[in-house]
């Protein structure tokens, strides 16, 4: 199996630019996580997804984030407009959720490294 | 609200030298705690998994344990490339969610 893929893996722009980061999950797997990882707040859970469909959305910032998960096999998380203050490194993660919220490991994929200039 | 504190933030070994690293937890019914284990520029990686006070797990030079407050994760003889940041998670009951600490960076030096 390829493990979970994100692209692009950087990604440097300009503040007031759109950017949009890709997760593919691993095959098989029911849920989705995305987070973003800061030297100063560590590891945040953004958003996650079940079956395809969003659960959480607290620990998304605010209103420029937002996430889809189309099908199975994809999810995007995309900041309008991005500002200098949402550089960090975003990665995804997905898992198999069992009943009874009995989860497995979550695997992570390699990350997107952002710069918003 | 579930709080993960790691520490140390740092530590730094000698080749062999054993010690601990610290996972301190408060969480509304543990479903389980989360060893992982994150090399720079990359994700982290799954080490363990524990579910109930008194369990322990072993891979190699490491050994996790669990208690109703904190987890371990104790170091025997680690060599240099046993150098990493090592994040503790943990799942609360009614929750998929994990909630992670901000990591122990160990240096091991030859």
């Known amino acids: 199996d390829a493990g979970v893929i994100q692209s692009p893996r950087h990604e440097v722009t300009e503040m007031g630019q759109e950017v949009t980061l890709r997760c593919k999950p691993i095959?098989?797997?029911?849920?989705l996580f995305w987070y973003r990882q800061t030297m100063m707040r560590g590891l945040e859970l953004l958003i996650y997804?079940?079956?395809?469909?969003?659960?959480?959305d607290s620990g998304m910032p605010e209103d420029r984030f937002s996430a889809k998960m189309p099908n199975a096999s994809f999810s995007t998380l995309k900041i309008q407009p991005s500002e200098p203050r949402d550089s960090a490194v975003y990665f995804c993660?997905?898992?198999?959720?069992?009943?009874?919220?009995?989860?497995?490991?979550?695997?992570f994929g390699p990350g997107t490294r952002l710069l918003v200039l | 609200e579930d709080q993960v504190t790691q520490s140390p933030e740092a530590l730094r070994l000698q080749e062999g030298e054993s010690s601990s690293l610290n996972c301190s937890y408060t969480?509304?019914?543990?479903?389980?705690l989360f060893w992982y284990r994150q090399d720079p520029g990359k994700g982290p990686e799954f080490l363990f998994t524990?579910?109930?006070a008194g369990e322990e797990k072993e891979k190699e030079r490491l050994k996790a344990t669990l208690t109703k407050k904190e987890s371990f994760l104790h170091i025997t003889a680690p060599k240099p490339e046993d150098s990493a940041t090592y994040l503790c998670?943990?799942?609360?009951?009614?929750?998929?969610?994990?909630?992670f600490g901000k990591g122990t960076k160990l240096t091991v030096n030859p």
């Open positions: 993660a997905s898992t198999q959720v069992h009943s009874g919220l009995y989860q497995e490991t979550q695997y």
């Open positions: 095959s098989g797997h029911n849920s």
């Open positions: 997804f079940n079956n395809n469909v969003p659960i959480d």
């Open positions: 969480v509304s019914g543990l479903r389980g």
């Open positions: 524990l579910y109930s």
């Open positions: 998670a943990v799942q609360a009951g009614g929750s998929e969610k994990l909630v």
